[in-house]
T-cell receptor, first 112, second 114 residues
């Protein structure tokens, strides 16, 4: 079944650690997105990609980085985690915006 | 630019009550409009959409009509259930103007009490 997967679902990690949040989709979508969702629910676009080797920063400045080496894979990396990075991170993909986005289940990150 | 203004929450209703969550938008051209739902601990799921004026999107008893004259896409349900408790996001896309990203509203938290 075509879907989008995020791992891990939950992560508690110490300050200064390097982490990678995984996002994979099996739908062959070119467009992929990372959102940060604060406790107030609002969604903030932090990175997006329109295809392999294409990545752009989003509307909210983030210390994270992304890569897009394969169509199906769009990982997000934090080189040195800080408590201010504690948030829910949502990955999405799109096969054409008239169809909207398909979202993963999210990764809830806590940095202690 | 594009923007979405959504009814502020939280909204609390009794089971079987009528629901309306207001959404208005600003966009040039002819955007597509969406409602997404986020259940606790989950990502967002597409609830319904409409791609042109006067279209009505519907799913799971929810409905929304694309009103270009009032630039609105209000979400309605005739009789809500406890299982409808979630956060609802209105969104638009404006493909014809090169915008490859959805613009989201700030979300409305809905709680249904038995």
């Amino acid at each position: 079944e075509a879907d989008i997967y995020q791992t891990p679902r939950y992560l508690v990690i110490g300050t200064g650690k390097k982490i990678t949040l995984e996002c994979s989709q099996t739908m062959g979508h070119d467009k992929m997105y990372w959102y940060q969702q604060d406790p107030g629910m609002e969604l903030h676009l932090i990175h997006y990609s329109y295809g392999v080797n294409s990545t752009e920063k989003g509307d909210l400045s983030s210390e994270s980085t992304v890569s897009r080496i394969r169509t199906e894979h769009f990982p997000l990396t934090l080189e040195s985690a800080r408590p201010s990075h504690t948030s829910q991170y949502l990955c999405a993909s799109s096969g054409g915006l008239v169809y909207g986005y398909t979202f993963g289940s999210g990764t809830r990150l806590t940095v202690v | 630019g594009n923007s979405v203004t959504q009814m502020e929450g939280p909204v609390t209703l009794s089971e079987e009550a009528f629901l309306t969550i207001n959404c208005t938008y600003t966009a040039t051209g002819y955007p597509s409009l969406f409602w997404y739902v986020q259940y606790p601990g989950e990502g967002l799921q597409l609830l319904l959409k409409a791609t042109k004026a006067d279209d009505k999107g519907s799913n799971k008893g929810f409905e929304a009509t694309y009103r270009k004259e009032t630039t609105s896409f209000h979400l309605e349900k005739g009789s809500v259930q406890v299982s409808d408790s979630a956060v609802y996001f209105c969104a638009l896309s404006n493909v014809n103007f090169g915008n490859e990203k959805l613009t989201f509203g700030t979300g409305t938290r809905l709680t249904i009490i038995p």
